[in-house]
């Protein structure tokens, strides 16, 4: 069957048709406007910004996604939008824009959690995935480790007690002058520096945990920066992002290998904007193959924000029967 796929949730408006079913997965149209251009001129996502420009974009683009994949309206057997977490407002546009086009044309609605979706681009880019695995959701808003028990069925065993590590990555790069969103250009930066050259907390909990802490390794960053600068000094910003990537691929790298321990789990996902991170998929790539452990990475182009992934987890939510109704909302939180 054909998913029309929806995402709003923060600075991407995106419209993907797949087709799924028992044995098949396939991207037949996948479109995503960025709205980063917009957003680099205030360091961040402005979210009144983004609800706008989601306004101005999401009809454009599903029609587009629904025209490269040569279908219409009427063979769309489910649409699924990114219901929570994310940008309210942001939300909102997805959420209330797939409601409508699923009572005009009578098409069965599903509610998706982007953190699931994101973990579901796996599932296209690697067609024989099947439940149980474990997975970790590293994003700009997120970090997080789940087994995934079934398709639906997502337990999270560890996760980050306050910043995402996208969000400490991007904070970070801001501080040091590179453009909106820093993630990409430090990872780029960080093959130029020591990184061993600064010493920086550890970002995972000590204890017998899963969990993650970002904002004292952020601190200890800004600290850095600004230690130097009332010293009048000038930092090696290569040596930082160096070091600072260090610091988060060493933890992230600590904690999976403990979930791979706890769970015996055989396979590992690695999904969300941050597993771009080419210095991270490296090191986890590597825990996996010291530990016999499948590593699954979506390709670059489905790491980010995409409605194909939302199309995917939807899929499976349309086959336990999860529908929703015009009653549906957006939330912020999980
Ligand atoms: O999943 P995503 O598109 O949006 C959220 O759901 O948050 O993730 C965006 C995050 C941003 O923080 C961005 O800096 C980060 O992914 N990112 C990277 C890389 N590419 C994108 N972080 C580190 N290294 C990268 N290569
Ligand atoms: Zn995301």
Same mark, same amino acid.
């Given at each position: 069957?054909?998913?029309?796929?929806?995402?709003?949730?923060?600075?991407?408006?995106?419209?993907?048709?797949?087709?799924?079913?028992?044995? @098949? /997965?396939?991207? @037949?149209?996948?479109?995503?406007?960025? !709205?980063?251009?917009?957003?680099?001129? *205030?360091?961040?996502?402005? $979210?009144?910004?983004?609800?706008?420009?989601?306004?101005?974009?999401?009809? @454009?683009?599903?029609?587009?996604?629904?025209?490269?994949?040569?279908?219409?309206?009427?063979?769309?057997?489910?649409?699924?939008? +990114?219901?929570?977490?994310?940008?309210?407002?942001?939300?909102?546009?997805?959420?209330?824009?797939?409601?409508?086009?699923?009572?005009?044309?009578?098409?069965?609605?599903?509610?998706?959690?982007?953190?699931?979706?994101?973990?579901?681009?796996?599932?296209?880019?690697?067609?024989?995935?099947?439940?149980?695995?474990?997975?970790?959701?590293?994003?700009?808003?997120?970090?997080?480790?789940?087994?995934?028990?079934?398709?639906?069925?997502? &337990?999270?065993?560890?996760?980050?007690?306050?910043?995402?590590?996208?969000?400490?990555? %991007?904070?970070?790069?801001?501080?040091?002058?590179?453009?909106? $969103?820093?993630?990409?250009?430090?990872?780029?930066?960080? *093959?130029?520096?020591? @990184?061993?050259?600064?010493?920086?907390?550890? $970002?995972?909990?000590?204890?017998?945990?899963?969990?993650?802490?970002?904002?004292?390794?952020?601190?200890?960053?800004?600290? *850095?920066?600004? !230690?130097? #600068?009332?010293?009048? &000094? #000038?930092?090696?910003?290569? %040596?930082?992002?160096?070091?600072? +990537?260090?610091?988060?691929? /060493?933890?992230?790298?600590?904690?999976?290998?403990?979930?791979? #321990?706890?769970?015996?789990?055989?396979?590992?996902?690695?999904?969300?904007?941050?597993?771009?991170?080419?210095?991270?998929?490296?090191?986890?790539?590597?825990?996996?193959?010291?530990?016999?452990? /499948?590593?699954?990475?979506? $390709?670059?182009?489905?790491?980010?924000?995409?409605?194909?992934?939302?199309?995917?987890?939807?899929?499976? &939510?349309? #086959?336990?029967?999860?529908?929703?109704? +015009?009653?549906?909302?957006?939330?912020?939180? &999980?």
């Amino acid at each position: 069957m054909f998913i029309l796929g929806i995402e709003s949730s923060c600075d991407e408006t995106s419209a993907a048709v797949v087709e799924m079913s028992d044995g @098949k /997965r396939e991207i @037949k149209a996948n479109i995503v406007a960025s !709205q980063i251009e917009v957003h680099r001129l *205030y360091g961040g996502v402005v $979210p009144e910004i983004a609800s706008r420009a989601h306004i101005e974009t999401i009809s @454009k683009i599903t029609y587009e996604a629904l025209d490269t994949a040569g279908i219409t309206l009427s063979d769309v057997g489910a649409i699924g939008v +990114t219901a929570f977490p994310g940008l309210i407002g942001a939300l909102l546009v997805g959420v209330n824009f797939a409601k409508s086009l699923a009572y005009a044309n009578g098409i069965p609605l599903v509610a998706v959690n982007h953190v699931h979706g994101h973990v579901s681009a796996a599932l296209l880019s690697e067609p024989s995935l099947a439940p149980p695995f474990l997975a970790l959701v590293v994003s700009g808003g997120h970090t997080s480790i789940y087994k995934v028990n079934s398709y639906t069925d997502y &337990e999270e065993i560890g996760s980050t007690r306050d910043d995402a590590v996208g969000e400490s990555f %991007d904070k970070v790069g801001r501080v040091i002058g590179l453009p909106y $969103p820093g993630g990409a250009a430090l990872d780029k930066l960080a *093959y130029e520096g020591d @990184k061993k050259a600064i010493s920086l907390p550890s $970002p995972a909990i000590v204890g017998d945990n899963l969990d993650f802490s970002f904002s004292g390794l952020k601190t200890a960053a800004l600290n *850095y920066i600004n !230690q130097a #600068e009332q010293k009048g &000094e #000038e930092i090696n910003k290569a %040596d930082l992002a160096a070091s600072y +990537t260090y610091a988060v691929t /060493r933890a992230i790298s600590k904690k999976i290998s403990a979930a791979i #321990e706890q769970t015996g789990m055989k396979t590992l996902v690695m999904a969300g904007g941050v597993a771009a991170n080419s210095h991270l998929r490296k090191a986890v790539g590597d825990v996996c193959g010291a530990k016999k452990v /499948r590593f699954v990475c979506p $390709p670059l182009s489905l790491c980010g924000d995409n409605a194909a992934m939302i199309a995917a987890a939807a899929y499976h &939510e349309f #086959e336990k029967g999860n529908f929703a109704d +015009t009653s549906l909302n957006a939330s912020a939180t &999980e």
